[in-house]
């Protein structure tokens, strides 16, 4: 399996632009989370979607942020208008459906690491 | 939610010697506790995880304790290597929410 795949992996970009982030989730897991990495806030939950359905966005920081999951394959974050304090990595993670053997692991894409300027 | 607070921030070992990284989270609903090792420029690799009805697990040279009572968990790795440098996380798991600790670096000297 090529695992969590994330594009793209650098994104530069101008104060106002419009971002989008690109997540594909590993085949057959059911989950899918977006994060953000900064030093400041360390890893925080933005959304995750179970079955494509969004549950829980309250870590979505501002309305300029948003998120779709339009299948069960692909995944986007969007940020519009962009804003320097944006500047984080954007990690996508996916997690299988929880069985009675198997736990709900989490597996994590590369990340995008966007600079807003 | 919850709260997952993770120490020490930065841990310096020579090579050979053991390492120990605490957690500590709030809510005893949390059921599920992972560990991610983080590489410079990767996404966080999950290393190995502890579900709450089982009080250590073990795979080759890493390993998890659990205290449900004191809600506290830890990773310890023995024999370091080099290759162990990294970006070490802690999580629980609420509600299908994984929550975060603030990472340990880890330093292994040669």
């Known amino acids: 399996d090529a695992g969590v795949i994330q594009s793209p992996r650098h994104e530069v970009t101008e104060m106002g632009q419009e971002v989008t982030l690109r997540c594909k989730p590993i085949?057959?897991?059911?989950?899918l989370f977006w994060y953000r990495q900064t030093m400041m806030r360390g890893l925080e939950l933005l959304i995750y979607?179970?079955?494509?359905?969004?549950?829980?966005d309250s870590g979505m920081p501002e309305d300029r942020f948003s998120a779709k999951m339009p299948n069960a394959s692909f995944s986007t974050l969007k940020i519009q208008p962009s804003e320097p304090r944006d500047s984080a990595v954007y990690f996508c993670?996916?997690?299988?459906?929880?069985?009675?053997?198997?736990?709900?692991?989490?597996?994590f894409g590369s990340g995008t690491q966007l600079s807003v300027l | 939610g919850e709260n997952v607070e993770q120490h020490p921030s930065t841990l310096s070992v020579q090579e050979g010697d053991s390492a120990v990284i605490k957690c500590t989270y709030s809510?005893?609903?949390?059921?599920?506790f992972p560990w991610y090792k983080q590489e410079l420029g990767k996404g966080p690799q999950l290393i190995i995880d502890?579900?709450?009805?089982?009080g250590e697990k073990k795979d080759q040279r890493i390993a998890v304790t659990l205290n449900k009572t004191a809600k506290h968990f830890s990773l310890h790795i023995t024999e370091t290597q080099p290759e162990d440098s990294a970006v070490y996380f802690c999580?629980?798991?609420?509600?299908?929410?994984?929550?975060f600790g603030s990472g340990t670096k880890l330093n292994v000297k040669p």
């Open positions: 993670a996916s997690s299988p459906r929880a069985s009675r053997v198997t736990n709900e692991k989490l597996f």
């Open positions: 085949s057959g897991h059911n989950s």
């Open positions: 979607f179970n079955n494509n359905v969004p549950i829980d």
């Open positions: 809510d005893s609903a949390s059921n599920y």
């Open positions: 502890i579900r709450s009805n089982v």
């Open positions: 999580a629980a798991k609420l509600f299908n929410k994984f929550y």
